[in-house]
């Protein structure tokens, strides 16, 4: 007996470490950090989800740029990630679609057996190396489409739905090793040391939300009304399983950013970006409550204005949370 268990051993400890490489083959540019890819997050997108992660041009080639809805002078039709910097940071990226038709579009693309959205630029990576063997790796996500929260799971009481959703997490690294990870949520998010979330290898899981498309560090049904407290359950829940694996190393393109000038630069010059330069938003304006398609309550929207992108996520803030004026907690353990 003692020999097959010292096998099984060696296989199960040859299998966690791995898992990283294992998982898929990445090809990412030479010039890349080795430790921005080998302690990526893995993404687990909910079961059930239909709004999967979208091309970034199949979004712009199905989208116009608005402004108070009114369409406004682009550089091309449609436009690209290559132009797109060009157009004016009050517009909206306005889908041409009635969303609530459900085009196919807006519904993004399925990652495959090895967690690649084939055909899709889907994430990007953008590295800020901050001095002092302190490097932020930002993993951002992108989604056509986010379906709000459900008051009490109500369908009839739907709101936060609105086309256009950046998602991502950030992991702090002193002297090439992970200290901590940031998962966004909503208007805020959590963040736990690195050595205490789940892992497969050395890669830190994400449990993506449902509709909603916010991170958690664990499954299951999560609360978002109280910032950097997710509940077992509330009034608004978000909800997460262990369903598609997506790996967003496989379709992402690798950026730059230095802190001091604001400007992108793509690792080995292998992806545009000027796109990085776009500081309108992702999506379209809030509706006015005499578009027959909105609703409001309480004043909460049932389709709210898209976001903006990832020039505006903080990607030089100080602290592993964004500085938004809500205490900053790091949890050591896995806990709401």
């Known amino acids: 007996m003692f020999p097959q268990l010292a ?6 400890v040859a299998s966690v470490i791995c898992a990283p490489t294992n998982l898929h083959d990445r090809q990412a540019p030479s010039d890349v950090p080795d430790y921005v890819m080998k302690y990526a997050p893995i993404l687990f997108l909910h079961s059930t989800d239909p709004y999967l992660p979208t091309d970034f041009q199949l979004f712009l080639n199905n989208t116009t740029p608005r402004v108070n809805f009114a369409a406004v002078p682009g550089p091309s039709n449609p436009l ?10 009050d517009a909206y990226l306005t889908s041409n679609d009635d969303v609530t038709k459900n085009p196919s579009w807006i519904k993004g693309t399925k990652p495959d057996a090895s967690g690649k959205t084939n055909n899709a630029i889907t994430a990007s990576v953008i590295v800020n190396d901050k001095g002092n063997g302190v490097v932020d ?4 996500y992108f989604y056509a489409y986010n379906y709000g929260g459900e008051v009490l799971g109500w369908k009839a009481l739907n709101f936060g739905n609105h086309v256009g959703d950046w998602e ?9 090793l992970p200290t901590a990870i940031w998962y966004s949520q909503h208007a805020n998010g959590e963040a736990f040391t690195y050595a205490a979330v789940e892992k497969i290898g050395l890669r830190p899981v ?3 939300a449902s509709g909603s498309h916010a991170n958690y560090a664990i499954p299951g049904i999560h609360s978002h009304v109280i910032p950097n407290l997710n509940l077992p359950g509330g ?9 598609v694996m997506w790996d967003p190393l496989l379709a992402a393109w690798f950026y730059k950013y230095d802190a001091g ?3 992108f630069e793509a690792f080995g010059g292998e992806a545009p970006v ?9 999506g379209d304006m809030e509706y006015p409550t005499s578009d027959k398609r909105q609703v409001k309550l309480f004043g909460q929207a049932k389709f709210g204005s898209g976001p903006t992108g990832p020039v505006d996520k903080q990607l030089n803030r100080s602290k592993i949370c964004p500085e938004n004026g809500i205490l900053c907690i790091v949890r050591s353990i896995l806990a709401p």
């Open 80 to 89: 690209t990630l290559s132009n797109l910097d060009q157009v004016s940071a």
């Open 261 to 263: 000038t604001s400007a």
């Open 7 to 12: 096998l099984a051993v060696i296989a199960l």
């Open 274 to 282: 000027a796109w990085l330069g776009f500081r309108g938003h992702w």
């Open 206 to 208: 994400v449990y993506v």
């Open 137 to 140: 790796a930002f993993y951002m």
């Open 235 to 243: 009034v608004l829940q978000d909800y997460t399983d262990r369903g």
């Open 168 to 176: 991502h997490t950030m992991v702090r690294f002193t002297n090439g």
